[in-house]
């Protein structure tokens, strides 16, 4: 079912990341990105009426990653990854300003991944794709300072090359497990908080994953992903 056609708003058609306001600091509406490499590059807004407009422009040409927290230690905040090569991860305000929140991170079009808690804290979890590396921020990350490696999986995770990353602190998914799905394999392994991999969640996937892990809801006990081929130069 079409829920809203942005197709007079979007150059080239093109949306990614579908961020969701979850504590209406931003009206509880969608925001998408569009990233399609052209200036400016934009965020959109849309209803829950499926009516789209354009609620901010990005700060910069090449918006990759698009994401809210869902859980509330970050203020419930749309941040916005821009560029290639060493990164920079964006705070974006109810307002459409955009501030520079974590820096450092090589080419980050990975996934981001909040904590709800437990003993991966309430930090957000940030892949870097190029250089197979996950970065770490907390609640009380200095604006603009580069991110923290999490630095137990970098000793521990072999070869693996983490693209979609999703948490569980409690629940059907288990308790304190990270879920990284490793771009070398095509699979979804288990991590625990010292960085360790446990075991293989599923194989098989098609392409670079992204993976969505609810809590609460009609979906609560489903894990689900999303397999895409990767982009040309990426």
Same mark, same amino acid.
């Given at each position: ?60 040409? @090449?918006? @990759? ?116 799905? @490793? ?52």
């Amino acid at each position: 079912t079409l829920f809203a056609d942005l197709s007079g708003l979007v150059p080239f058609d093109a949306v990614f990341w579908p961020a969701f306001d979850h504590f209406g600091s931003y009206g509880g509406a969608l925001f998408v990105d569009d990233d399609n490499n052209v200036s400016p590059d934009r965020i959109y807004r849309v209803t829950s009426s499926g009516t789209g407009s354009v609620f901010t422009n990005g700060p910069g040409v @090449d918006n @990759d990653v698009l994401v809210s927290d869902p859980v509330g230690a970050f203020g419930g905040s749309l941040f916005l990854h821009v560029g290639q090569g060493l990164a920079t991860l964006y705070k974006v305000t109810p307002a459409g300003a955009s501030t520079a929140f974590a820096t450092g991170i090589p080419d980050l079009t990975g996934q981001i991944a909040f904590s709800p808690g437990g003993a991966f804290g309430t930090s957000m979890y940030i892949v870097g794709e190029s250089n197979g590396r996950i970065y770490t921020a907390a609640p009380g990350h200095v604006a603009g300072q580069p991110a923290s490696l999490f630095a137990g999986f970098q000793a521990n995770s072999g070869s693996l090359r983490p693209g979609g990353i999703a948490i569980s602190d409690t629940g059907p998914f288990g308790t304190d497990v990270m879920y990284v799905m @490793d771009r070398n394999t095509l699979s979804i392994v288990t991590v625990n908080a010292s960085g360790h991999t446990t075991g293989t969640f599923a194989t098989g996937l098609s392409g670079v994953t992204v993976i969505d892990l609810p809590h609460t809801g009609d979906f609560a006990s489903t894990a689900r992903w999303c397999g895409a081929r990767p982009r040309s130069g990426r």
